[in-house]
């Protein structure tokens, strides 16, 4: 999907710098055209020399390092095809603004890693070096993996540059939590490689769900004991949020119905949080009824407590306790039973052995249109892989992180007839 796509990669300076080598080679694997903008500070991480190493195209470091560079000896055209201008073999003239000739070639820019100084100054239209001056007249689509200290991250004038940048249209991915440079734990990692890959993938993908308007579930539910105890699972919500992600980042309207401890959204999507599986039932009873699909990736509780209690139940109480479950309602074989059923019904089926058999069975049982098999072995992991199955297809999708994954779900929901 990335091939013949021009992506421009402007590079920050923190210790991330590093990882975005990978990302560069992911992009050209994947059949993109990819230059670097290197502010100074990225420099002193990582030389220019790498990313020319990497992508076979100069790297830009300097505002006005541009004039007499070669774009691509081998050809006489500028960079805008426009060979009119052109005063030699593939080199910019002064008169050509080197810097917006690089905005025009681009299909879309990816900043990595975006620091707390290059947000700010993006933020607030400085046009000091050469990565900012671009992305000033940039019009092009903008994805933002930002990378930093967790302090900084959190800090109220980060925040308010992330917003202001979102309120332009660009698009953030991460950071991801984890253990940072300086040692501390928290938010502040840069997205790995793949994850901004497959980002970029859906921006520059077609809108082809523009006008559709698509309801996912995702996450676990609690289902109460007590007034402290509940009966859960692992399910992170992960993959249902990538997915919704996806989708909107295609054009489709979204609805993502989520149980406890489902992470937030970068992407302006409606949300709905629910907490047990009653609760996510309604919802999605309420809100799926005539969508164009309906993604059922929530890892339900299968069974709820029959008589739950509402004040916490004390150990010394009693020596032993026997405790009555009462099964909860199947909520995919309900959407898809629906009078107004959604155009699509697609289904997850967590196992832990004999995953193909048992989701070809539930594709039948439940009445859905495809249904993705999966390892229980994946809960609450940033990895996933399994089985695509619908009732004329059956494919692999191999182990990658769960954006990937999620990425080649979304083109195979586009493709089922």
């Not at 990582?46 to 990497?54: H, K």
């Not at 707390?116 to 671009?134: E, V």
């Not at 990378?147 to 991250?153: G, L, V």
Request: proline share 3%.
């Amino acid at each position: 999907m990335l091939s013949g796509k021009r992506i421009l990669i402007g590079i920050g300076g923190g210790i991330a710098v590093y990882r975005v080598a990978e990302l560069a080679r992911l992009l050209i694997k994947a059949g993109a055209e990819v230059r670097c903008v290197m502010t100074t500070s990225a420099c002193a991480f990582v030389t220019p020399l790498t990313f020319e190493a990497l992508t076979g195209n100069e790297v830009y470091t300097q505002l006005f390092d541009l004039t007499g560079k070669s774009d691509n000896p081998a050809e006489d055209t500028d960079w805008t095809d426009e060979s009119s201008h052109n005063t030699g073999r593939g080199r910019i003239a002064e008169h050509q603004m080197g810097h917006i000739q690089l905005a025009r070639w681009a299909d879309a820019v990816i900043i990595a890693p975006a620091t707390a100084n290059l947000l700010a100054r993006l933020a607030h239209g400085f046009a000091d070096d050469l990565l900012s001056t671009i992305m000033l007249v940039n019009d092009k689509p903008v994805l933002i993996a930002p990378a930093m200290n967790r302090s900084m991250w959190d800090a109220e004038a980060t925040q308010r540059n992330i917003a202001c940048l979102k309120q332009r249209g660009m698009v953030m991915i991460g950071p991801e939590s984890g253990t940072l440079a300086c040692g501390e734990q928290g938010a502040g990692r840069l997205a790995e490689p793949l994850t901004i890959k497959a980002a970029v993938t859906a921006l520059l993908s077609e809108q082809s769900l523009k006008g559709q308007r698509w309801v996912i579930n995702t996450g676990p539910t609690h289902e109460a004991w007590d007034g402290v105890r509940i009966l859960s699972n692992r399910a992170s919500g992960k993959l249902g949020l990538l997915l919704a992600e996806q989708a909107h980042m295609r054009g489709a309207d979204v609805l993502l119905i989520a149980g406890p401890g489902t992470p937030s959204t970068d992407f302006n999507i409606a949300r709905i949080d629910i907490e047990s599986a009653q609760q996510m039932l309604t919802a999605c009873t309420q809100h799926a009824a005539g969508a164009d699909l309906f993604i059922g990736t929530a890892a339900v509780s299968d069974f709820r407590f029959t008589d739950p209690q509402m004040e916490k139940l004390k150990r010394g109480d009693s020596a032993s306790m026997n405790v009555a479950l009462t099964a909860n309602p199947d909520i995919i074989a309900s959407i898809a039973a629906l009078q107004n059923r959604p155009k699509k019904v697609i289904a997850f089926a967590a196992e832990s052995s004999n995953h193909i058999a048992y989701a070809k069975r539930k594709l039948v049982s439940k009445n859905v249109d495809a249904i993705i098999a999966n390892d229980i072995s994946n809960m609450g992991s940033d990895q996933a892989n399994g089985w695509w199955i619908s009732a004329d297809n059956e494919e692999t999708i191999e182990s990658s992180t769960k954006a990937a994954f999620a990425a080649m779900i979304i083109q195979h929901i586009t493709e089922l007839a």
